[in-house]
């Protein structure tokens, strides 16, 4: 009795882990899914590779493991064609969408990219104008002081001539009042001058 009890304590602590698990069938085309838990019982359909079932119970002595489907069916299947992981349909399909992923991230900064170059070499033709216009300003500012200093000098010129002149004419005066003077200091001699009439009283 107890080794009975024990048998069947150890079959249930066995069979515990299996129960309502999440499994994928292999890659096959499709296996058969038997009424019972061998292939002594009858088909009762079949079930597509890569699909995702619930395994609800199992039996060790045929190695059938009982599934449940999303649309409520259900049957035994051979455990060796349960595995833990998605099939190659399904990963190729978690590949597929990975890949979409990247390639929408990949677009997105691509746009960006080239939105940040768009807006950089706008920058730089605006940059590229203004420095244009400020070189335009310098020449024409280069010009004005070239044509100022030349003001200037034209200015100092007429300045120095007419200093020249004013020196001149002062010289010519000098001179001519210095001419003045001798002709008089020549002349006032050679002037005979009247004699002075003695006032006598009457």
């Known amino acids: 009795m107890v080794r009975t009890l024990s048998a069947a304590l150890v079959s249930l602590v066995l069979a515990f882990p299996a129960l309502a698990q999440t499994r994928y069938i292999s890659d096959d085309l499709y296996v058969f899914m038997h009424s019972g838990p061998s292939n002594q019982y009858r088909i009762v359909g079949t079930v597509n590779a890569g699909t995702q079932i619930n395994q609800v119970d199992y039996n060790q002595e045929t190695e059938y493991a009982k599934i449940t489907l999303d649309n409520g069916r259900e049957g035994w299947v051979e455990a060796k064609f349960l595995n833990r992981s998605p099939g190659l349909a399904a990963q190729l399909e978690q590949v597929k969408?990975?890949?979409?992923?990247?390639?929408?991230?990949?677009?997105?900064?691509?746009?960006?990219?080239?939105?940040?170059?768009?807006?950089?070499?706008?920058?730089?033709?605006?940059?590229?104008?203004?420095?244009?216009?400020?070189?335009?300003?310098?020449?024409?500012?280069?010009?004005?002081?070239?044509?100022?200093?030349?003001?200037?000098?034209?200015?100092?010129?007429?300045?120095?001539?007419k200093d020249e002149s004013v020196q001149m004419q002062w010289f010519i005066n000098g001179a001519g009042v210095a001419a003045g003077g001798l002709i008089l200091g020549l002349i006032l001699p050679l002037i005979p001058r009247r004699k002075k009439r003695d006032n006598q009283w009457m």
Do not use: F, G, H
């Open 97 to 161: 969408s990975q890949l979409e992923k990247s390639e929408t991230a990949l677009k997105q900064q691509r746009e960006q990219i080239e939105t940040a170059s768009a807006d950089r070499v706008q920058q730089i033709e605006v940059q590229q104008q203004q420095i244009e216009q400020l070189q335009a300003s310098n020449d024409q500012l280069n010009e004005r002081l070239q044509q100022v200093t030349e003001q200037n000098v034209q200015i100092q010129r007429e300045l120095d001539t």
